[in-house]
């Protein structure tokens, strides 16, 4: 599909090894492999994830989508698609329409799939889109928690609303150090390394919850769903930090 020298290229589980992810380069990584390894497992349940080239192959963004079902965050919404990301690092990329042609892209196989519409979180906050996009395509806001709106886009103006789950009901069964994550972020394997190596420097115990289904990400203790820092109860970060960052948090407590 070609749109203003833009073309989308969904990935499927043969092709997802032969060129990098927009979001992660080096296609031998910890983090590329497992994310592979994800999404073709995943791939049945519906997710997808769509390229933006220009005519000379160069990526210019993606988009990760898949029904509200089986999405890893936690949202309750029925018959969506729900987008996980979307990333245009360029301005001039954005600029010339990408990110629009990517989101179109999806809301286009929502209406093919039979959906009721398409929903995401979005926040002013680390690692997730801002909502500023959604909203110039028409996008309303139809629940809010923490520093995560969850936007739709209902095909049908009768169409229940989409909530998001109470992630802070869970908090209490992780006492001591904690991490939880998942595969879903070809990040979280760079993000795991340092902050396992600093904690093992420091003497700390810190324990690794892998989350391996999207109605455990559901449940998850934090609004991102496949990443959550847990100290006795308390959430400290709810996205992929540095090892400098956690240096500075063990300084604080």
Same mark, same amino acid.
């Given at each position: 599909m070609a749109s203003n020298q833009i073309n989308l290229i969904e990935t499927d589980p043969d092709n997802i090894g032969? @060129?990098?992810?927009?979001?992660?380069?080096?296609? =031998?990584s910890n983090g590329f492999q497992e994310k592979k390894a994800w999404y073709q497992k995943q791939h049945k349940n519906g997710l997808r994830l769509v390229t933006a080239?220009?005519? @000379?192959? =160069?990526?210019l963004g993606f988009i990760e989508y898949a029904p509200a079902e089986h999405a890893w965050r936690p949202v309750a919404a029925v018959n969506f698609l729900?987008?996980?990301?979307?990333?245009?690092?360029s301005k001039k990329d954005r600029a010339s329409g990408v990110g629009n042609a990517l989101i179109g892209y999806c809301e286009k196989a929502a209406r093919d799939l039979k959906k009721a519409? +398409?929903?995401?979180?979005?926040?002013?906050?680390? *690692?997730?889109?801002?909502? =500023?996009?959604?909203?110039?395509?028409?996008?309303? +806001?139809s629940d809010t928690k923490g520093r995560f709106e969850l936007m739709y886009f209902p095909f049908d103006k009768a169409t229940p609303k989409p909530k998001i789950n109470n992630w802070e009901e869970n908090l209490?069964?992780?006492?001591? *150090?904690?991490? +939880?994550?998942?595969?879903?972020?070809? *990040?979280?394997?760079?993000?795991l390394t340092a902050l396992v190596g600093i904690a093992m420097d420091e003497g700390i115990e810190l324990k690794l919850k892998e989350i =391996?289904?999207?109605?455990?990400?559901?449940?998850?203790?934090?609004g991102f769903g496949t990443f959550a820092l847990i100290k006795d109860g308390v959430l400290l970060e709810d996205h992929y930090i540095s090892g400098t960052r956690f240096k500075n948090i063990l300084k604080k407590i």
């Open positions: 032969k @060129k990098s992810l927009y979001c992660i380069l080096d296609t =031998k080239e220009d005519e @000379k192959g =160069k990526q729900f987008i996980h990301c979307i990333m245009v690092k519409g +398409v929903c995401t979180f979005t926040s002013n906050g680390s *690692w997730l889109a801002d909502s =500023k996009i959604f909203k110039q395509r028409g996008y309303q +806001v209490d069964e992780y006492q001591g *150090w904690n991490i +939880v994550y998942s595969n879903q972020c070809p *990040w979280h394997d760079s993000c =391996k289904t999207p109605e455990e990400a559901k449940k998850a203790p934090s």
